[in-house]
């Protein structure tokens, strides 16, 4: 069974930076597709980017040039580089994981749908 725990949220002022990370457990993660979602009270969920087992990025265009995915699969760890953030970005944020041959299919990014998902972590972006 696999476990996402997501960290790293909190509050900033616009301009400023947050790195969300998710902590993979009871699984390999270099067999993983891995994916940061959010979504904002009132509003669908949102793919961000997806990291699949080669390291291949995919990313909406609203996270271009500010977000960033990365991993680190000898920590079993996803990362989520936030730079210059804005009141928009204000959401809860989710890591979600597939097992569909480690690609970043569509169903699963943007998609969403997801083998398993983290309890989300919140960031808060005021101005």
């Known amino acids: 069974q696999v476990q996402l725990v997501e960290s790293g949220g909190g509050s900033v002022q616009e301009g400023g930076s947050l790195r969300l990370s998710c902590a993979v457990s009871?699984?390999?993660?270099?067999?993983?597709?891995l994916g940061w979602f959010r979504q904002a009270p009132g509003k669908e969920r949102e793919g961000i980017a997806c990291?699949?087992?080669?390291?291949?990025?995919t990313s909406a265009d609203s996270a271009k040039g500010r977000f960033t995915i990365s991993k680190d699969n000898t920590k079993r760890a996803l990362y989520l580089q936030m730079d210059n953030l804005k009141t928009e970005d204000t959401a809860m944020y989710y890591c979600?994981?597939?097992?569909?041959?480690?690609?970043?299919?569509?169903?699963?990014?943007?998609?969403?749908?997801?083998?398993?998902w983290g309890q989300g972590t919140q960031v808060t972006v005021s101005s």
């Open positions: 979600a994981a597939d097992r569909s041959g480690g690609r970043c299919y569509p169903e699963f990014f943007p998609g969403g749908r997801a083998d398993y």
């Open positions: 009871g699984y390999t993660a270099n067999y993983l597709a």
């Open positions: 990291i699949d087992n080669q390291q291949r990025i």
